[in-house]
């Protein structure tokens, strides 16, 4: 069976960091590019970070650039999110998926795998 699993996610003051994981299974994970996606309560979903397994490409939407890194470990497979200079504006359900392409994407619609979420909370 297909499983991502999302964790690490917790309640952090702004400024604070905390780093997710994804741990993949049930795929051929070098194939895949693995995105980090969150939506926060009354918002879509949106996109945040991808990285190709292919390639190590990455991407990030404009607003966490610089902010936050992300990272694979293809022996483990499993892709981690690190998050700095956390804002409560980046207060949501953070999800990891898995798109079936050499290059990294946001594209929800081309995510084949979802994972479950894990709660990132930002107090101010």
């Known amino acids: 069976d297909v499983q991502l699993q999302a964790s690490g996610g917790g309640l952090v003051q702004a400024g604070g960091s905390l780093r997710l994981s994804c741990a993949a299974s049930g795929f051929t994970f070098d194939d895949y590019a693995i995105g980090w996606f969150r939506q926060a309560p009354g918002k879509e979903r949106e996109g945040v970070s991808c990285?190709?397994?292919?390639?190590?490409?990455?991407i990030y939407a404009n607003s966490e650039k610089g902010r936050f890194t992300i990272s694979s470990d293809n022996a483990k497979n499993t892709v981690y999110l690190q998050m700095n200079s956390l804002k409560p504006e980046d207060t949501a359900v953070y999800y990891c998926a898995a798109a079936y392409t050499p290059w990294a994407t946001l594209f929800l619609a081309g995510m084949e795998y979802w994972g479950n979420g894990t709660q990132v909370t930002v107090s101010s």
């Open positions: 990285i190709s397994n292919t390639d190590d490409s990455t």
